[in-house]
Nanobody, 123 residues
Framework: QVQLVESGGGLVQAGGSLRLSCAAS????????MAWYRQAPGKQRELVAN???????NYADSVKGRFTISRDNAKNTVYLQMNSLKPEDTAVYYC?????????????????WGQGTQVTVSS
């Protein structure tokens, strides 16, 4: 019913930058929280950053000052600008969103995941 599609991953050198995008489509009335998670080999999936519909943001300590999350509510799209990348940022990055469908009670929401995009930072 709802799909999240990430783009923008790739291979960069340490110190470089990437911008990830995630577009939500399908049966959407509104989206509350949108977030980016990542999972490196041998590690648990972790929250990188999230952003509420009103613009309030939260970041993991490991990325504060380097990454910026933003969103375009008219396009149902969330972005992650990643600067000063480090090899330890290498992971699959996943988009996540809480979606309210049309013609449903206001309290109804559903959580969705994208399929992930690979980010590799070389030294």
């Amino acid at each position: 019913q709802v799909q999240l599609v990430e783009s923008g991953g790739g291979l960069v050198q340490a110190g470089g930058s990437l911008r990830l995008s995630c577009a939500a489509s399908g049966s959407i009335f509104s989206i509350d929280v949108m977030a980016w998670y990542r999972q490196a080999p041998g590690k648990q999936r972790e929250l990188v950053a999230n952003i509420r519909s009103g613009g309030i943001t939260n970041y993991a300590d490991s990325v504060k000052g380097r990454f910026t999350i933003s969103r375009d509510n008219a396009k149902n799209t969330v972005y992650l600008q990643m600067n000063s990348l480090k090899p330890e940022d290498t992971a699959v990055y996943y988009c996540n969103a809480d979606v309210r469908p049309p013609k449903a009670p206001l309290r109804s929401s559903y959580n969705y995941w994208g399929q992930g995009t690979q980010v590799t930072v070389s030294s």
